[in-house]
């Protein structure tokens, strides 16, 4: 490469404390070119794109396969400089200096910067996220064409979260209700059940998950209730799926003595680092449960498992809870950021623009509803 191009950077002027970005939120930042004498550019270009992609591969006997899927929710272009041989179409856009003149394709020495603004499409998109056989990714990328030359890029990623909105989800508001019970044998006897419910099925991030529950021991040993939130990462791709389960969170009741009905409260605190449910990716999933059973000495411990969804904690949410839709974590649609001069702002989509979204994952006659209680793995 040259050394007349000495830096090509993309930048962005975060918009909140957490830096992050949602539907309908204004991206500003520049591309800072520096060269060290004169030079003559074909194109120079910024892109804003999302996409997700999954990629892992499987050893059968002396043959390796490799699982490839990719799905992409959008992609816009800025020229700066343009190719005067190539057309913008319609998700390109040529810019404009300050006074409104085209940027010249002769760049001397020095360090040249050149804004830029974006808007995040204004429509459902999973919240970017990276696990050991997927992501999905958010980024702008620089690209600098010289003739002669090869390209030079830079990118950085942009950090975008799904916000919720609870009218149109309310199965996240139902509460949640199962029982177990379980005859003893061998070295103990007599039989334990428990009944146990849930508020609801949507938490937010640094919120109390409470779980109540009503025990019966009539074993003759000590029992203990315990609790596990787990995670699961599910990705997909040629029409297989790949898993990845962790326990996240595990806590331990008090032990309740033979012969003993209790009723006990459990308050297990969301973490405020807890990566968010995902739910309205192709080719990605990311699922929550818990775990609720009863620990009992030589004996297999009865389990009851339920669906939760963790949602991303608003800013204002992090800080006071006023009403029960900040207390699920969620937020309306749109940003309270005002559009920049010359930005068009976005319509809100229909509601049937939402329905062509990922085909549902009981297709791959393998992923299990929200409502499964079956197996973790």
């Not at 990629?55 to 816009?76: A, N, P």
């Not at 200096?97 to 429509?123: A, I, R």
């Not at 998950?209 to 203990?224: E, F, G, P």
């Not at 209730?225 to 799926?241: G, L, Q, T, V, W």
């Amino acid at each position: 490469m040259s050394t007349t191009v000495k830096r090509l950077e993309v930048s962005y002027n975060p918009i909140n404390q957490n830096d992050t970005f949602t539907s309908g939120d204004v991206v500003s930042g520049h591309v800072t070119l520096e060269v060290v004498k004169e030079c003559e550019i074909e194109s120079l270009s910024v892109k804003f794109k999302g996409k997700s992609e999954v990629l892992w591969s499987e050893r059968h006997g002396q043959t390796t396969v490799v699982y490839h899927s990719k799905d992409k929710y959008f992609s816009i272009k800025h020229y700066f400089i343009q190719d005067k041989q190539q057309k913008v179409n319609n998700e390109e856009t040529l810019l404009l200096s300050q006074n409104s003149q085209t940027y010249s394709n002769v760049v001397p020495p020095g360090c040249h910067v050149y804004p830029f603004t974006f808007q995040v499409p204004l429509k459902e998109m999973p919240s970017s996220f990276k696990g050991f056989a997927g992501k999905i990714v958010y980024l702008l990328e620089a690209k600098l064409s010289r003739s002669m030359r090869l390209n030079k890029k830079s990118s950085t990623k942009l950090n975008f979260v799904c916000k919720t909105n609870p009218t149109s989800v309310p199965e996240l508001m139902a509460p949640q209700h199962e029982s177990k019970d379980k005859k003893m044998k061998f070295f103990n006897s007599g039989t334990v059940a428990m009944d146990v419910n849930l508020e609801k099925t949507g938490f937010c991030q640094g919120e109390g998950l409470r779980v109540t529950a009503h025990i019966n021991n009539s074993s003759t040993r000590d029992i203990k209730p315990k609790y596990c939130i787990y995670r699961k990462h599910s990705f997909f791709a040629c029409e297989k799926r790949k898993v990845d389960t962790r326990d996240l969170l595990k806590e331990v009741g008090d032990p309740i003595p033979p012969s003993t009905s209790t009723n006990v409260t459990r308050v297990i605190t969301i973490p405020p680092d807890m990566e968010p449910s995902i739910r309205n990716c192709s080719n990605i999933m990311v699922e929550h449960r818990l775990r609720v059973y009863l620990d009992v000495k030589y004996a297999s411990d009865p389990e009851i498992k339920f669906p939760i969804v963790i949602l991303q904690a608003s800013e204002a949410s992090a800080v006071a809870l006023p009403s029960a839709a900040a207390g699920l974590g969620f937020e309306p649609f749109g940003t309270p950021h005002p559009q920049p001069f010359g930005l068009e702002p976005q319509q809100p989509p229909a509601a049937s623009q939402f329905s062509d979204a990922p085909p549902p994952y009981a297709s791959y006659g393998m992923y299990p509803s929200v409502n499964d209680l079956g197996s973790k793995s």
